[in-house]
């Protein structure tokens, strides 16, 4: 499944497109940054709701296919700025995180 | 051939914005043409060691020497210094302030994942007069 084809299945919206050809390989949920720098697997969907720019300098560290902020949590000016700049997949949903989770779960499963 | 090195200043006052010198080192070994694993695991440990020398030290020099079998990473500050390295080691231990807590830092996992993602890791710190921190990644 590419990061396009999520975006469909969940009805994400879209802060900031990168790369939605990216394929997405699993996913990992935190807000502690350096357990996603651990933890995140490259081409993860990464479910989070911090929303400040040090989130896009984890996304590239970690190689990640794509952010998507839950609980409805709207990114900050400097990370939607720093996502355009760096070209990063920035997806929002209102599902809380474990509903999302469950929805890339199944998508992912189909 | 000589080694390539690329030195940065790591700005202590912002800690918005740090992570600079991971981005451009990151960006510059893709243009060497690296294997993207081993890109990675420079790029988490030197972003881990670099909000560290941001949160914890002031901010200090990152220095990256690319060798023909290695990357070595040295990142060096004049910051507090760490009292106790088998405890700021362990999973979980963290000094972090509100203001970087807020942001996502403070987890106590930099450290343990700068181990893990390095095949070297030395720590070389004297309390009251800084911190440096060496991490090499084999290439070869
Ligand atoms: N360069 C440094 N100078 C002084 N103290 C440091 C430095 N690097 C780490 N430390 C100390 O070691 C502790 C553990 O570091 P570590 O990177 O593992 O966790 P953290 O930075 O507190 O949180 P996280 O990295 O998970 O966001 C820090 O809280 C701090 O007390
Ligand atoms: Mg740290």
């Keep these: ?110 | 051939m000589a080694d390539i090195v690329f030195e940065y200043q790591v700005d202590g006052s912002d800690y918005h914005r740090a992570g600079e010198a991971s981005r451009s080192t990151k960006s510059n070994l893709k243009k060497l043409g690296f294997p993207s694993d081993i890109i990675r695991r420079v790029g988490i440990c030197m972003y881990e060691g670099e909000i560290n020398m941001v949160i914890h030290a002031d901010g200090g020099v990152a220095k990256v020497v690319i060798g023909l079998d290695d990357i070595t990473i040295i990142l060096k500050d004049k910051g507090p210094g760490i009292p106790n390295i088998d405890l700021a080691m362990q999973e979980g231990w963290s000094t972090a302030d509100a203001q970087a807590n807020d942001l996502g830092f403070g987890a106590g996992m930099g450290l343990p994942n700068m181990k893990r993602c390095s095949d070297e890791m030395n720590i070389d710190t004297v309390v009251g007069e800084g911190t440096t921190v060496t991490m090499k990644i084999k290439t070869k």
Excluded at chain 1, 32 to 48: I, K
Excluded at chain 1, 64 to 70: D, E, K, M, Q, R
Excluded at chain 1, 79 to 86: G, P, V, Y
């Design chain 1, 1 to 110: 499944m590419t990061v396009r084809e999520l975006k469909e299945a969940l009805g994400l919206t879209v802060f900031c497109a990168g790369n939605e050809d990216a394929e997405v390989t699993g996913g990992y949920c935190g807000d502690l940054l350096s357990w996603v720098m651990g933890r995140a697997e490259e081409g993860n969907v990464w479910l989070t709701i911090m929303s400040n720019q040090n989130v896009a300098a984890v996304a590239v560290m970690t190689d990640i296919s794509c952010i998507v902020l839950t609980e409805g949590v709207k990114p900050d000016d400097a990370l939607l700025s720093r996502c355009e700049t760096e070209e990063i997949n920035l997806l929002g949903t209102g599902l809380s995180t474990y509903q999302a989770a469950a929805e890339l779960a199944k998508a992912l499963a189909e």
